[in-house]
């Protein structure tokens, strides 16, 4: 059964002319889960074949424009699809009142189908949901406004070891991270800059592709991604070289790439 990680877009505040901003397709063994929306989100969906009425739950990190401006036009495509099925969204407290201008100034001030706003919000690591497939946990991220990571938990399978991803953007290095998501198999961390703007890194609050690798190595993770790009890098396989000093396994996760977690099963003793 599938656990599947698909890259929509991978670039932070600009977008540049091979990059999107950033946005990711969770999907566990056949569930759909959206992180993230930005700007073109629902492009690269339709670009890499993947049905906007399979998107049922969103879960946003933080109301910066590079990872919400996207939401307004995925959630009028639905309606234009006659959706009637509900979508819930995660997020920190001010996502419902941004939306709700937008659908102000629609014809319709009412979507035709419900959306759900659960607001993220916490200490430490904790639950905000129970699917039918995995649990998802929040845990706050080190940013300028209020920022929540997620953790999915694949719910048990018959003689399989559970699988786990954690979504961790845009945040400076937090010493709790990696407890919270301690042996997760799967990494998906912001490496916003390389380690020579680390002063700039700093001052904005993201991670350095070393300190993503870190946060990985520390936290024993099975794999790195690294995503959201500064534009002023022209290209990026200098993040995977920065990174793989410290944590070998890493990729970038550019556009329309899938990254799949296979089964483990459990060997009897």
């Not at 350095?208 to 534009?231: E, P």
Request: hydrophobic share 40%; net charge negative.
């Amino acid at each position: 059964m599938p656990l599947t990680l698909t890259s929509l877009g991978c670039a932070s505040a600009l977008p540049t002319r091979e990059n999107y901003f950033t946005a990711h397709v969770l999907n566990v063994r056949g569930r759909s889960f959206l992180l993230d929306c930005g700007e073109g989100t629902q492009l690269r969906l339709r670009q890499l074949d993947i049905s906007l009425g399979s998107i049922e739950h969103i879960f946003i990190t933080h109301l910066h424009g590079d990872h919400v401006f996207g939401l307004p036009g995925l959630l009028s495509s639905m309606q234009l699809l006659d959706r009637t099925t509900p979508v819930y969204i995660y997020a920190p407290g001010g996502m419902e009142k941004m939306l709700a201008f937008y659908f102000d100034f629609q014809s319709e001030r009412e979507p035709s189908f419900p959306i759900i706003f659960r607001e993220v919000h916490g200490e430490g690591l904790f639950q905000i949901m129970e699917g039918e497939t995995a649990r998802i946990y929040a845990f706050p991220l080190n940013h300028n406004i209020p920022a929540y990571g997620y953790l999915f938990r694949e719910k048990s399978i018959r003689k399989s070891v559970p699988r786990s991803v954690a979504y961790c953007t845009d945040t400076a290095p937090h010493p709790d991270i990696p407890g919270w998501i301690k042996g997760v198999d799967l990494l998906f961390h912001e490496a916003t800059f390389l380690e020579q703007d680390a002063v700039a890194a700093a001052k904005y609050l993201h991670s350095t592709a070393r300190q993503a690798a870190q946060t990985a190595l520390s936290a024993g993770a099975g794999q790195l991604l690294l995503g959201h790009f500064s534009s002023r890098y022209k290209e990026t396989p200098a993040f995977l070289a920065e990174a793989r000093e410290i944590f070998p396994n890493t990729e970038l996760s550019t556009e329309g790439r899938i990254f799949s977690i296979p089964r483990r099963f459990i060997t009897a003793t």
